[in-house]
């Protein structure tokens, strides 16, 4: 039942969430490249990699510091770490789209938006689904979403049931770490989120490759007034939710 609910959130996450559309993306990569006019593509993903790396280290540290505080205790932390995992599926969905979208691939299909997301997050697994799939190995395969991909329904079936298992495993063991008390659990949490957060920018890079020389012709990617995104909302690392007030 719970893989089942979660399989569902993750595909409703990656099909219609609004800070994972081409626009929304697009306007992300924008602003950085506005803030760093003078960076090339390489410092640009540099830049994208950082962000999302603090992004998901101070969530999962915030999370578990939520444990030690009086009055909270371990019931909100397990409260928070549903969102806080909610979190951490979206940025790294952002991040994967915005790495994407620096190499010129800016699936516009949700499906294809759905299957890149997922290869990147599972690494090995997800590039061995994605070459048997298109029928041939691929150096930087994750150009290949710039194109249609034959037979993606069946890919993103294959890819969403490997990433539904690897996460849960993955993520069990650092929520049960998560909600000790004593602070313990800000520790483990910002600790495991980082090497999970390692590891997806591996995958990115292993997938598309070394950066361009230059920016995609397309001029959309720099585009004014752009929203809020999953790696910019992040809490601070030193964020702790304050404990309520005593009664009087």
Not at 31 to 44: D, F, G, K, L, T
Not at 108 to 118: F, I, K, P, Y
Not at 196 to 206: F, P, S
Not at 230 to 245: F, H, I, M, Y
Request: aromatic share 6%; glycine share 8%; no cysteine.
């Amino acid at each position: 039942m719970f893989t089942k609910a979660f399989e569902k959130a993750v595909v409703e996450l990656l099909d219609t969430g609004s800070r994972l559309q081409a626009p929304a993306v697009a306007k992300y990569v924008g602003r950085v490249r506005r803030a760093h006019p003078e960076e090339n593509p390489a410092q640009i993903i540099e830049r994208l990699e950082k962000q999302y790396l603090l992004a998901v280290t101070g969530s999962g540290s915030a999370v578990g510091a939520t444990a030690a505080v009086p009055g909270v205790g371990t019931v909100a932390a397990l409260a928070a770490v549903s969102a806080e995992t909610t979190f951490f599926m979206e940025a790294s969905a952002v991040f994967t789209l915005a790495v994407a979208a620096v190499h010129g691939v800016r699936p516009q299909d949700r499906e294809q938006r759905r299957a890149l997301v997922l290869a990147v997050v599972l690494g090995d697994t997800g590039m061995e689904i994605v070459q048997k799939s298109i029928g041939h190995s691929a150096k930087n395969w994750g150009t290949a979403f710039a194109t249609r991909i034959p037979g993606l329904s069946g890919m993103n079936d294959s890819l969403l049931k490997r990433f539904i298992v690897r996460f849960i495993t993955k993520r069990a063991a650092l929520m049960a770490g998560k909600v000790l008390p004593a602070g313990i659990g800000a520790v483990i949490g910002g600790a495991g989120n980082r090497t999970l957060g390692k590891a997806t920018i591996n995958n990115a890079r292993r997938a598309f490759g070394p950066a361009p020389a230059r920016f995609p012709a397309d001029q959309s990617l720099i585009i004014d007034a752009d929203p809020l995104t999953a790696l910019e909302a992040a809490p601070a690392p030193s964020a702790v939710p304050q404990p309520p007030a005593a009664s009087r």
